[in-house]
Structures are given as structure tokens and as C-alpha cells.
């Protein structure tokens, strides 16, 4: 057999190597920690910060790797929108997939001293209120998980084992959960606001000096750099967080002549 014949019908088994992200779609790439909460028994309790920021910076380098334009990280999972018109890997599932989750998992696993492995899926998102809403779904989550660990982490050092703790959370809602934690001395209004709203990776833009020998003049040069920020707003004043940077394009370098 010839051996184009052959590595054709080797090709055909490939079975979802064609499979690409529709045109004019947003793409959000979700990676989340395989086996996290065994990894994390190491870590303090109820957030530690120190992880956090091996999730963030690790993220941090995802959103430059792929040319993305922002990304939400909370708890063990971090979403990456790459810009609408992306044509990265020709759009191709598989490919977005997995080198996606090859830079978190070597990323995090270099910040952490430990190996630890991410898997990935793309979500697809027809427009932007679809887009925004996915945000504000993560979000949300992000909320919903504070406050219950908040609450669990106060029963556990109230010294309730975890069948304890997890059978008096059962089917409790909001009120109960805050009202427990106050008796504990806690505000979750106080706590910080990572631990209940995540974290952003967005782009910023910053003016650099230079001295060019040639023409003997200093040449202020307007950059970008991913930074990662904290403190989130909710609701609507998110939606127009997370819009501003989804829609904002990358601007051209800009040159200012200072004379010396």
C-alpha cells in the first residue's frame, strides 16, 4: 500500500480533529484543576492566598501564550476569551483544547514545585450578551463557593468533622450561612473580595521611555501588559467590565518624540 493511501485512512480515525468554533462566535477556553481538592489539603484553610496567585499568574500566562483578551480565575478553574476574531489553530476544537490546557497545567506545575494537570473545554458564545451572561454565571459560582466555604471551614475549626459540617450546610440557604458565620465573627461582606468574586487577568496599557543614539532623542513608547486585578465589581457594572475589555481591540504601539 502506498503510504499516502495509508496515512489517509490512518487520518479517518481522527474522528473529531475537523471539528472548529463557528465564525463570528465568541471562544472561551475553561480549564479546571484535575483532582484539586486532594492537591489543596496542603494549603490553609478556608482560601489561601499564596494558591490563588499560582492560579492567577499561571492563568496569566495562558491569556499571552494564545493572544487572549481576558480571562476569570476562581477557585480551581480559570476562563480565557480569546478575541472574537481569533483564528488561532484555524479555530480547531482539539488543538484549542489541548494546548490550552498543556501551557496551565506546565505553568501552575512550575509555579507550584508539583505536578498538577488541567483539563480544558471550549465554550462557544453566539454574541456578547451570551458572552456577558457566562461571565456573570462564573461569577456568581464564585459567590455561591465563598460563602459556602466560609461556612464550612467555620464548622471544621468549630471542630465538626466533615460529615458534621457538611450535613448541617445541607439545603441551607444564604441567610442561614451568613447568620452561622457571624456567630463565628465573620463578615462576609469583609472578607476579601478574591475569596468571593474571583480575580481578572485584563490588559493595561503604559507608556515606556527609550533613548534612541541615533537620532539622539528620548522616544516615549505606549505598551500593554496582562495585570492581574482582585478587586471585581458585580452585576451590571461587571457585565461593562468584562464588555470593555472583550471589545476593546489591541492597539498599535504609539511613538512620542521627547527632544533632549
Not at 477557585?75 to 501551557?103: M, T
Request: net charge positive.
Amino acid at each position: 500500500m502506498r503510504s499516502k493511501d495509508f496515512e489517509k485512512q490512518m487520518r479517518a480515525f481522527e474522528s473529531f480533529h475537523a471539528m472548529r468554533v463557528p465564525p463570528d462566535s465568541w471562544i472561551v477556553l475553561r480549564l479546571d484543576g484535575r483532582c484539586f481538592s486532594t492537591y489543596t489539603e496542603k494549603y490553609k484553610k478556608p482560601f489561601d492566598e499564596a494558591l490563588h496567585m499560582m492560579m492567577c499568574n499561571a492563568a496569566k500566562k495562558v491569556v499571552t501564550e494564545l493572544g487572549a483578551v481576558f480571562a476569570y480565575v476562581e477557585s480551581d478553574e480559570v476562563s480565557v476569551l480569546l478575541p472574537k476574531e481569533s483564528a488561532l489553530f484555524d479555530r480547531e476544537v482539539e488543538k484549542l483544547c489541548s494546548v490550552s490546557a498543556s501551557i496551565m497545567s506546565s505553568s501552575f506545575s512550575m509555579l507550584s514545585n508539583d505536578f498538577v494537570s488541567f483539563d480544558s473545554r471550549v465554550i462557544v458564545l453566539p454574541n456578547t450578551e451570551r458572552l456577558k451572561d457566562y461571565f456573570q454565571w462564573r461569577q456568581a459560582d464564585a459567590v455561591r463557593n465563598g460563602l459556602n466555604t466560609y461556612a464550612y471551614w467555620a464548622l471544621r475549626y468549630d471542630k465538626k468533622t466533615k460529615k458534621q459540617a457538611s450535613r448541617i450546610l445541607e439545603n441551607k440557604g444564604k441567610a442561614f450561612k451568613n447568620e452561622l458565620l457571624f456567630k463565628q465573627g465573620i463578615n462576609f461582606n469583609d472578607v476579601p473580595e478574591w475569596t468571593k468574586r474571583g480575580s481578572a487577568i485584563k490588559r493595561e496599557f503604559y507608556w515606556k521611555d527609550g533613548f534612541n543614539p541615533v537620532i539622539k532623542q528620548v522616544l516615549s513608547i505606549r505598551r500593554s501588559r496582562f495585570t492581574i486585578d482582585h478587586t471585581l465589581p458585580e452585576n451590571e457594572e461587571y457585565n461593562k467590565y468584562v464588555e470593555s475589555y472583550a471589545l476593546c481591540p489591541v492597539q498599535k504601539i504609539s511613538i512620542t518624540v521627547n527632544n533632549c
